[in-house]
C-alpha cells in the first residue's frame, strides 16, 4: 500500500494568515504517461469531502485561487494564501497512482 | 445540478450483509468511472472499491476484497455495493463518488450510515 503521511495534523491560523500543509507518499506518484496522481481535500464541518486540487496543481472550477498545491514524485504541499473562515475543516491528501490512498487529514482552526 | 444520493444503509449483526445503492443524476452516469469510499466516526476517509462505465472492471482494497462487489445499472442511473460477511470493523458512513477521467472523486453524495454491532 502507499502511505500517505501528512503534517502537522493540526494547524491554527488567524485570518487573512498564510497556511501550508504538507503531504509525503511512501513511493513516487509520478506515472509513465507523466501525470502526478496527488489530490488535495478539504471536509467542512458535518459535509462530505470536496476536491480542491488535482494532479497537485489544478485547482477544481470554482476554488478560489488562495488556494495552491504544488510538489512532485513524493512530496507535495497545499497552500491557502490567506485562510479565511469557511476554510475550517480536516484537509485531506490523497494518492491515485498505486489504487486510492488518503492521508490522515490535518485539521485547520481559526 | 449533480446529486449523488447514498442509501441502503442500516444496523446489522456481524456475518451479516446490505446492498447500498448510489442515485446519480444531472449527468450522464454512463459516462462516468464511480467509487465507493467509507469514513468511520473520527477517522478519515478510505476508498473501498471503483468500477469502469461499463462494469468491466472493478478494483478493491485489501479490506473489503472478497466480501463487497460493485455493480452498477446505466439504465438506471445507479451503482451499487453487495456487502457481505460484515464485521464491526466497516461501521461507516458509506459515500459514493464520481470520477472525471482524470480528476478522481470531484463529487461526492452525503453519504449512508452502516452500523455493524451485535
Known amino acids: 500500500d502507499t502511505v500517505m503521511t501528512q503534517s502537522p495534523l493540526s494547524l491554527s491560523v488567524t485570518p487573512g494568515q498564510p497556511a501550508s500543509i504538507s503531504c509525503k507518499s511512501s513511493q513516487s506518484l509520478l506515472h509513465s504517461d507523466g501525470k502526478t496522481y496527488l489530490y488535495w481535500y478539504l471536509q467542512k464541518p458535518g459535509q462530505s469531502p470536496q476536491l480542491l486540487i488535482y494532479k497537485v496543481s489544478s485547482r477544481l472550477s470554482g476554488v478560489p485561487s488562495r488556494f495552491s498545491g504544488s510538489g512532485s514524485g513524493t512530496d507535495f504541499t497545499l497552500r491557502i494564501s490567506r485562510v479565511e473562515a469557511e476554510d475550517v475543516g480536516v484537509y485531506y491528501c490523497?494518492?491515485?497512482?498505486?489504487?486510492?490512498?488518503f492521508g490522515q487529514g490535518t485539521r485547520l482552526e481559526i | 445540478e449533480v446529486q449523488l444520493v447514498e442509501s441502503g444503509g442500516d444496523f446489522v449483526q456481524p456475518g451479516g450483509s446490505l446492498r447500498l445503492s448510489c442515485a446519480a443524476s444531472g449527468f450522464t452516469f454512463s459516462n462516468y468511472e464511480m467509487n465507493w469510499v467509507r469514513q468511520a466516526p473520527g477517522k478519515g476517509p478510505e476508498w473501498l472499491s471503483y468500477i469502469n462505465v461499463n462494469g468491466a472492471t472493478t478494483f478493491y482494497a485489501d479490506s473489503v476484497k472478497g466480501r463487497f462487489t460493485i455493480s452498477r445499472d446505466n439504465a438506471r442511473n445507479s451503482l451499487y455495493l453487495q456487502m457481505s460477511s460484515l464485521r464491526v470493523e466497516d461501521t461507516a458512513l458509506y459515500y459514493c463518488a464520481r470520477d472525471e477521467g482524470d480528476i478522481k472523486a470531484d463529487k461526492w453524495g452525503q453519504g449512508t450510515l452502516v452500523t455493524v454491532s451485535s
Open positions: 490523497m494518492q491515485a497512482l498505486h489504487l486510492i490512498t
